[in-house]
């Protein structure tokens, strides 16, 4: 499934109106009414009162065919729409000429001096500004919002909150604060970054039926990793494997008192179906490896922390970095694993610091190396960015640059791949904000590239079934009890929901 930018989704629905075919107009009444059957489940009681904002775009047309929608099932319904100095597109409209027939309150706000106050116990509904906005809000548009804003009252945004720019930031714009918002057909690229979540609340995407044959005929860059899209790189067990079928991983992790990130990582990787694991730690480590992990080889190289690995081309893939904590000697140590991977190559968390320390180090990188930061490891190697919009960007261009593949780590944990394609993850939840969790990821996708799953398919599907792994923990132990090791628990339940 693609992420479409706001230009995408207005080709989407003009294809929809010449193939399907369908009038504009029409259109306009499907997401109506699916945002009207959506506030009635939503709001059962017909003594609830709905005060609709509406813009005089497209956005403000699905407000009037709302409030007509919503008075013809017995809410009260009053409509405010704000004054553009134009009459509005056609289909608002014929929304309006269609609302003037209903039991709905009607009224208008040219100056600053008719915005309504607003009473307790109405829901709000913001259809002042959708997809077409281009500018950030100012003037008696930006009073309505704040007015709304500070209100206090429930507010029920349609298709996006009015101000949210659909593909680029709105830090320090004046924007809607909506608890919930019902958008259309297909998510959008503000609705996948923090920065814009006290805006959105909760996210609905309703399917309004938009023409099937768009996305086969308009790929996108921006993509959205879901069951579907891993189902097809998922491939079942072989009949008659043995345990030389499915790879050899290795991975470097742990130092005194971080060994469990090392047994995470591993655990995880067996538990991907990695055929043989053997793993590099430092001496400290061994009686807790052997231990924890039986089922892993283990050398150990170092006392406290891990000072070399040898031998790593025979691995299919290596995963390094989980638990390693900083020392001179890992410079060195990243040196030699780069010279000797002969294949896959994963890096996570000290890893990856220890290259922020030494830049010289990212040119050197085998190509299509994984790496796993999360935003803050990501700006220590790449630098500051001003917004989440621009990260991403950062993340295409240094992975086209080194050739590498980064999965920058989040709610929607973003695969940005060489060839410039952005992928973001649908699973998982906050119950994952919890210590460990990385180093499970780092496991799971080494033991999937050890398989021989390519870097980006390992990476796709790898925190795919990480974030799978998690909603199911969650719903089991709640994410508040939710810990690392659950997700290595729940890896099977996840893989069950894929490989049927
Ligand atoms: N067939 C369709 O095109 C469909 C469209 N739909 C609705 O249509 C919306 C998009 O409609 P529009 O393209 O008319 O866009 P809007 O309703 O967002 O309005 C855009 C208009 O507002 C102006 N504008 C932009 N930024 C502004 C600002 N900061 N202050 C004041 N005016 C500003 C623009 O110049 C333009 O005239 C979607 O969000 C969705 O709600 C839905 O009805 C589904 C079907
Ligand atoms: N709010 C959240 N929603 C979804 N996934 C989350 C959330 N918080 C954390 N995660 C996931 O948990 C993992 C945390 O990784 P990381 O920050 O490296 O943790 P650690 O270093 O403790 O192992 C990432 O894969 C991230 O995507
Ligand atoms: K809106």
């Avoid at 349609?158 to 998510?187: E, K, R, W």
């Amino acid at each position: 499934m693609y992420i479409y930018s706001a230009t995408d989704i207005r080709a989407w629905d003009e294809y929809t109106i010449l193939h399907e075919p369908i009038t504009s107009i029409d259109l306009m009444e499907r997401a109506s009414q699916a945002c009207a059957e959506w506030l009635q489940q939503y709001q059962q009681q017909t003594t609830t009162g709905f005060v609709i904002f509406c813009g005089k775009g497209n956005n403000g047309g699905d407000g009037l065919a709302i409030a007509r929608l919503l008075a013809e099932s017995d809410h009260p319904v009053t409509v405010y729409i704000l004054e553009f100095g134009h009459k509005g597109t056609e289909d608002f409209q014929t929304n309006l000429a269609r609302l003037h027939g209903s039991k709905a309150v009607i009224k208008f706000i040219p100056a600053e001096e008719n915005i309504p106050a607003l009473t307790a116990g109405d829901i709000i509904i913001d259809a002042l500004l959708g997809s077409g906005l281009n500018r950030p809000l100012e003037g008696l548009t930006a009073k309505v919002v704040k007015h709304i804003n500070q209100s206090g009252l429930e507010v029920i945004a349609i298709d996006i909150p009015s101000g949210l720019m659909v593909d680029s930031s709105s830090i320090g714009n004046t924007v809607i604060t909506a608890q919930h918002t019902l958008s259309f057909q297909c998510y959008k690229p503000a609705f996948l970054v923090a920065e814009n979540e006290s805006f959105v609340g909760h996210l609905h995407i309703l399917d309004i039926g938009l023409h099937p044959n768009f996305p086969l005929e308009h790929p996108a860059a921006n993509r959205w990793i879901n069951q579907a899209l891993v189902q097809s790189i998922i491939k079942p067990r072989n009949k008659f494997a043995h345990k030389g079928t499915y790879g050899h991983a290795a991975i470097i992790a742990g130092s005194q008192g971080m060994m469990g990130a090392a047994t995470l990582s591993a655990k995880a990787c067996l538990r991907s179906g990695a055929g043989k694991l053997t793993t590099h730690i430092p001496a400290v480590g061994y009686t807790i490896m052997q231990i924890a992990v039986p089922e892993a080889m283990t050398y150990t190289a170092g006392k406290e922390y891990i000072e070399l690995a040898v031998d790593l081309g025979k691995y299919d893939a290596i995963g390094a970095g989980p638990g390693w904590a900083q020392h001179d000697t890992h410079k060195a140590l990243l040196e030699s694993i780069f010279q000797q991977t002969t294949k896959a190559l994963i890096l996570d968390a000290d890893a990856l610091n220890t290259m922020a320390q030494h830049q010289q180090l990212l040119e050197r990188l085998p190509r299509h190396t994984i790496i796993t930061p999360h935003p803050k490891e990501f700006e220590r190697l790449f630098g500051k960015s001003a917004n989440d919009f621009d990260r991403i960007q950062l993340a295409l261009k240094k992975a086209a640059h080194f050739k590498i593949i980064i999965v920058l780590k989040g709610r929607y944990t973003l695969v940005a791949t060489p060839d410039g394609l952005a992928y973001f993850n649908s699973t998982g939840n906050p119950g994952m904000a919890t210590g460990g969790s990385g180093d499970v990821l780092t496991g799971i996708i080494t033991g999937l590239a050890a398989q021989g799953y390519t870097p980006s398919e390992a990476a796709i599907a790898g925190v795919f079934l990480h974030g799978l792994a998690g909603d199911l923990a969650a719903a089991y132990t709640s994410q508040e009890s939710l810990i690392a090791s659950d997700l290595v628990e729940y890896l099977g339940d996840a893989f069950h929901q894929l490989v049927l």
